[in-house]
């Protein structure tokens, strides 16, 4: 057999096997042996791909609709183990800040005590040197006499900071 009839032979092999879809036209190229009866086939091997493709467009649809469900249901449950690790860490952290609450109103009340043993002009001495929010607490927590004769001790410039303070703090309405 010559070389061009064995390409031919070859390619009409090759065609047929790679294209199940073009049956007649691969049929009349395998039977023939020849590259030239195949090239007078194109609009129908064409049609026939075309048949094809339109009868497996729904199998196919189908499938990459489940390809899809499937990777969003994998997305959901991972989805929704990252939402279960959060809520577990928000928890921690809740309980967390609970116990710091705890621990620091322990604090305050210690603190608030220690202020209300004190002489009212070492006290007012001490809280000047605070931050006023924290001089501003203390003295909400103190008794109204207590906070009064340590605001009398204060200067006059720093007893009204922390006037204007608790005035804030004592205000009823949201200031959003």
């Not at 020849?34 to 729904?58: H, K, M, S, W, Y």
């Not at 189908?62 to 249901?73: G, K, S």
Request: with cysteine; aromatic share 4%; net charge negative.
């Amino acid at each position: 057999m010559s070389a061009p009839a064995r390409l031919a032979r070859t390619a009409a092999t090759f065609l047929l096997g790679a294209s199940a879809a073009a049956g007649i036209g691969m049929a009349t190229l395998a039977a023939t042996g020849t590259l030239a009866a195949a090239q007078n086939l194109p609009g129908q091997v064409t049609d026939e791909i075309r048949e094809f493709c339109a009868n497996i467009v729904d199998a196919a649809r189908d499938r990459r609709y489940a390809v899809q469900t499937r990777e969003l249901d994998n997305l959901r449950a991972e989805i929704d183990e990252r939402i279960a690790a959060l809520e577990t860490k928000r928890a921690e952290y809740e309980e967390w800040l609970a116990r710091r609450n705890e621990v620091i109103n322990r604090a305050e009340d210690s603190v608030v005590g220690i202020y209300s043993r004190m002489r009212p002009d070492a006290a007012a001495e001490r809280m000047s040197q605070l931050d006023e929010n924290l001089a501003a607490a203390i003295l909400l927590k103190l008794n109204s006499r207590q906070a009064g004769i340590i605001l009398n001790e204060m200067d006059s410039r720093s007893a009204a900071r922390l006037t204007s303070i608790i005035a804030d703090v004592a205000k009823s309405e949201d200031p959003t």
